[in-house]
């Protein structure tokens, strides 16, 4: 079946002008996400007091109504009444009724690619990793992956200089981009990137969505803001992925969990709705399984509903 993106999905996932469309849902949110199986054993509710001698029996507490500015993914109405169970971890991500097995069973890398139009052509969905330099683009997707050189890593900003495709369970692709923003690059470099790298964006249509990499161990940085803001210009979908949030450097005065909030401030008026956003780390394996369900809501919704 040949895969191409259907416009109600890209308006779920891009900034404005776009605006979210309403997709009918398939089954219950509580269902979805019992299935699912995303809250971990620190989200368990804890047990119940004993009941005093002849107290009424009343009924279950009712469950905690999350009122933050929430990510809707396919198949969740906008006003559906959303419970602490139902957001991933560590994100403002529900999981809708398209989430399903997140699990990656098998990974391999396939090829590189000097131009977008040498990619390959078997029309399997795929998601695409993009961040500055030295973002932490190799160790996230090794840690998606698990395996430890999947995608190599490096201590000198600016090696990726190829579009990098991974085949997770012989379904997807994982796709590694050249980081932005290297000073130490050539002019001449810097204008290659950009005009293959965008020329991916805009004509790969077997795109799903875009890891927009976000290091939040330091203060938000206006090229990754120049960069969300040409996706979201360009109808592309994506989604926040702070990483290094393990970390907290010296001299660079906030914490992770700060430097997020800092970030989220600065876009969100920016957004007509909410752009989806979770906290990771390469190291501690923060947020690996709810990135790899959010993948999957996204994926599985493009398989069901693609034409």
Same mark, same amino acid.
């Given at each position: 079946?040949?895969?191409?993106p259907r416009p109600s999905l890209l308006r779920s996932?891009?900034?404005?002008?776009?605006?979210?469309?309403?997709?009918?849902?398939?089954?219950?949110?509580?269902?979805?996400?019992?299935?699912?199986?995303?809250?971990?054993?620190?989200?368990?509710?804890?047990?119940?007091?004993?009941?005093?001698?002849?107290?009424?029996?009343?009924?279950?507490?009712?469950?905690?109504?999350?009122?933050?500015?929430?990510?809707?993914p396919p198949g969740v109405e906008g006003d559906a009444?959303?419970?602490?169970?139902?957001?991933?971890?560590?994100?403002?991500?529900?999981?809708?009724?398209?989430?399903?097995?997140?699990? /990656?069973?098998?990974?391999?890398? /396939?090829?590189?690619?000097?131009?977008?139009?040498?990619?390959?052509?078997?029309?399997?969905?795929?998601?695409?990793?993009?961040?500055?330099?030295?973002?932490?683009?190799?160790?996230?997707?090794?840690?998606?992956?698990?395996?430890?050189?999947?995608?190599?890593?490096?201590?000198?900003?600016?090696?990726?200089?190829?579009? @990098?495709?991974?085949?997770?369970?012989?379904? $997807?692709?994982?796709?590694?981009?050249?980081?932005?923003?290297?000073?130490?690059?050539?002019?001449?470099?810097?204008?290659? $990137?950009?005009?293959?790298?965008?020329?991916?964006?805009? @004509?790969?249509?077997?795109?799903?969505?875009?890891?927009?990499?976000?290091?939040?161990?330091?203060?938000?940085?206006?090229?990754?803001?120049?960069?969300?803001?040409?996706?979201?210009?360009?109808?592309?979908?994506?989604?926040?992925?702070?990483?290094?949030?393990?970390?907290?450097?010296?001299?660079?005065?906030?914490?992770?969990?700060? @430097?997020?909030?800092?970030?989220?401030?600065?876009?969100?008026?920016?957004?007509?709705?909410?752009?989806?956003?979770?906290?990771?780390?390469? /190291?501690?394996?923060?947020?690996?399984?709810?990135?790899?369900?959010?993948?999957?809501?996204?994926?599985?919704?493009?398989?069901?509903?693609?034409?």
């Amino acid at each position: 079946m040949l895969l191409r993106p259907r416009p109600s999905l890209l308006r779920s996932l891009a900034p404005p002008p776009l605006t979210r469309a309403c997709v009918p849902a398939r089954r219950t949110l509580s269902a979805a996400a019992e299935a699912a199986g995303t809250a971990s054993a620190g989200d368990a509710a804890p047990a119940p007091a004993a009941p005093r001698k002849n107290a009424r029996k009343l009924g279950p507490p009712p469950t905690q109504i999350v009122k933050k500015a929430l990510f809707l993914p396919p198949g969740v109405e906008g006003d559906a009444a959303v419970t602490a169970d139902m957001v991933i971890p560590g994100s403002n991500i529900v999981v809708g009724p398209y989430a399903g097995d997140a699990r /990656v069973k098998e990974a391999e890398f /396939v090829k590189s690619s000097a131009r977008a139009r040498d990619c390959p052509k078997d029309d399997r969905p795929e998601f695409a990793v993009l961040g500055r330099s030295n973002v932490g683009k190799s160790s996230l997707i090794n840690a998606l992956t698990r395996r430890k050189e999947a995608a190599l890593t490096s201590k000198k900003p600016g090696k990726t200089q190829t579009i @990098n495709h991974f085949l997770v369970n012989k379904s $997807w692709y994982l796709v590694d981009l050249p980081g932005y923003g290297f000073a130490a690059a050539s002019q001449s470099a810097r204008m290659d $990137w950009s005009s293959f790298t965008k020329g991916y964006f805009l @004509n790969r249509d077997t795109l799903v969505g875009v890891l927009l990499l976000i290091d939040a161990s330091i203060p938000p940085q206006k090229i990754d803001l120049d960069c969300a803001n040409w996706l979201g210009r360009n109808n592309i979908g994506l989604t926040f992925v702070f990483t290094k949030c393990d970390k907290v450097k010296k001299g660079k005065g906030r914490r992770p969990d700060e @430097n997020i909030k800092v970030f989220q401030e600065t876009i969100s008026g920016l957004y007509p709705d909410p752009p989806p956003w979770i906290m990771t780390s390469s /190291v501690t394996g923060l947020g690996r399984d709810g990135l790899l369900l959010h993948m999957s809501q996204l994926r599985n919704y493009w398989d069901n509903e693609a034409v």
